[in-house]
């Protein structure tokens, strides 16, 4: 079956059964325009209309399923007819239609919290059982499905520390910055306290050495700790004459961080086993942390760290902040999410050993919920094959979070967040998901068609018009 919405200027029709003309009718439309509607100022009435939230939704769809950076999404946008379609457009239009830079407003506009609603949303309107609906929480039968918990990582697009070269950016940014205010002031002579090619060659040939020690790591360290020092008390100086208003607000806020970094890393030479809250990896993404995962190929990881569950394949984030926490504390607050979508608690958690802790044990055995893996205590000689037995089963079915988290990495991209503002990355992320869900939403609707097309005997071509 074709469909009408869309008028071509070369002719032609658009399939009813193509992945975007049903990714369309999934969206909840209503409930985005509401939440980009509440992203305006209601009395910011002047200049340009704002982009309709349609697209600027879609296009953020577009960007996350297909994996694209913001330039070729505006591109394939152009050239696609359904994505314009998925777009909510009338007519097909060849030009862009917006400057990629937008993308980074769009995604301003919602939140990680209004991502999470959306993706609610879609899974109370396609997945939920109707025999089953939500209740306020006190459900009157037996606890039933289960839920699956497991955290990652999604790691930002930055590149792998280390205290000498994050004091050399800082040091080049602070050069920079006295360059510029050195010309609104009334100084002369040398800019700076120490010849900069100097700094430069010595930072170069700490480097280049294949494998640096101890003390020639903390050697360089010290160095290019007092160069960054130096350039701080001289753009003291300079902003004394030149005035606050000398640099930009980003450039205020990038020496804040500078200053940070400085404090920081001199901390850490006078006492190198003290532990140093917040600790600044990154200049550019400040928000930043590092992630102790203590995986083989990764043992420390930069980015946010999320909280998964799984229910029917269907994943959820409850929890994503750019701080490590531990992920067992995550377990009562998802099942009381299970539970207002449900109704009843699930009927089992399966988890990994993190989530094992005695709290969470006696709210699972409080609440008739039953925690995969082995009680405490020794176990009776009876009990041990059945334990067995159960311990490969729940391993069997804990093997769907891993599934959910490598093809949200692997396929669209959560391996590596490109975005650099903290809300931004946030969104991205969190978007990542969503593309993952609707997917899986398509699949299922998909797998159902097929079982009723089979039990009443229809042929195949019927079932790419039904699928709609």
């Not at 029709?13 to 509440?38: H, Q, S, T």
């Not at 007092?226 to 640099?247: F, H, I, P, R, S």
Request: aromatic letters at 8%.
């Amino acid at each position: 079956m074709y469909l009408d919405d869309l008028a071509m200027p070369f002719g032609g029709k658009l399939l009813a059964e193509n992945r975007w003309v049903k990714m369309a009718r999934l969206m909840p439309w209503e409930m985005i325009e509401d939440i980009y509607a509440g992203s305006f100022k209601a009395e910011n009435t002047e200049g340009r209309p704002p982009i309709p939230a349609r697209i600027a939704f879609g296009a953020l769809y577009i960007k996350e399923s297909e994996n694209f950076p913001a330039g070729r999404t505006v591109e394939h946008i152009a050239e696609n007819a359904y994505m314009q379609y998925f777009l909510g457009l009338k007519e097909f239009h060849a030009e862009p239609l917006f400057d990629p830079s937008m993308m980074t407003w769009f995604s301003k506009r919602f939140s990680k919290e209004d991502i999470a609603r959306i993706n609610e949303e879609i899974f109370r309107r396609t997945l939920l059982p109707k025999d089953d609906p939500p209740s306020d929480g006190g459900g009157s039968g037996g606890n039933k499905g289960i839920l699956v918990l497991d955290a990652t990582v999604a790691p930002s697009d930055a590149r792998f520390p280390t205290d000498v070269s994050l004091l050399n950016e800082c040091r080049e940014n602070t050069e920079k910055l006295i360059d510029k205010v050195w010309e609104q002031s009334e100084r002369k002579g040398h800019k700076t306290a120490y010849n900069r090619n100097r700094a430069h060659k010595r930072y170069l040939k700490y480097a280049k050495r294949r494998k640096a020690s101890r003390a020639q790591t903390r050697q360089a360290v010290s160095e290019q700790l007092e160069y960054v020092e130096k350039n701080l008390d001289t753009l003291e100086n300079l902003m004394k004459q030149a005035g606050e208003n000398a640099l930009t607000g980003r450039q205020k806020a990038r020496l804040g961080t500078i200053r940070t970094v400085a404090g920081q890393q001199k901390q850490h030479l006078d006492d190198p086993k003290a532990p140093i809250p917040n600790r600044i990896v990154n200049l550019r993404q400040p928000h930043v942390r590092p992630i102790v995962r203590g995986k083989a190929g990764a043992p420390v990881e930069f980015g946010q760290k999320l909280a998964f569950s799984v229910v029917d394949g269907y994943t959820f984030i409850d929890v994503q902040s750019w701080d490590n926490f531990a992920e067992g504390i995550t377990l009562q607050a998802s099942a009381e999410k299970y539970r207002q979508r449900h109704g009843v608690y699930p009927e089992a958690i399966l988890a990994d050993q993190t989530y094992r802790n005695r709290a969470n044990r006696a709210f699972c055995k409080e609440n008739g919920i039953r925690l995969s893996g082995p009680c405490l205590g020794r176990p009776k000689a009876a009990e041990l094959e059945a334990d067995k037995d159960q311990a490969y089963r729940d391993n069997c079915d804990r093997n769907i979070v891993e599934s959910r988290n490598g093809i949200s990495k692997r396929r669209y991209g959560l391996d590596r967040i490109l975005a650099w503002l903290p809300q931004t990355g946030e969104s991205e992320a969190a978007m990542n998901v969503l593309c993952m869900n609707v997917a899986h939403v398509l699949r299922v609707l998909l797998r159902i068609l097929r079982r009723w097309f089979v039990a009443a005997r229809f042929d195949g071509p019927f079932l790419c018009c039904a699928a709609r």
